[in-house]
């Protein structure tokens, strides 16, 4: 297969292509999974917008299975502790629902403090899968693969 300038595509080559349309597209790079008749496997590596082709993180509950938004109101049961603050002087962890500290008490005298998860709760971050390119046009080779 040949790129936008006539350079010769093989798997593991690494490409850019555009996403997206009109006057705002993304920049791809990617790795060449496989050539197929109708078009290109690739593996998105990184984007000028991570909104494209980021990694996606999951919450779980380990002992059903199930997913959940982990900010959700019903995500709670899962939290041993919400997030909030914590006061730097005495270590007192205030709620942020309940507690809205005012900008001038949270700077120097509180810190923010994350949800701390139940144990059983799975923090499950998984890669970009690949893409199938049918349009094949405006795939531009930046690298190729190293051979042995």
Known sequence: MKDFLDNEISEGDIVVYPA????SI?????EVKSIKDNGVVVQPLHSSRWSHHSNKTIYRDSRTGRSFQPYSEGARQHMQRPYGYINNDTGEWVEYDLHHLPRQERVGQYSWAPVIWRDYVEKVVEAPKPVHLKITENIVLIEKAATS
């Open 20 to 23: 997206g349309s009109g006057r």
């Open 26 to 30: 993304t920049m791809i790079k990617a």
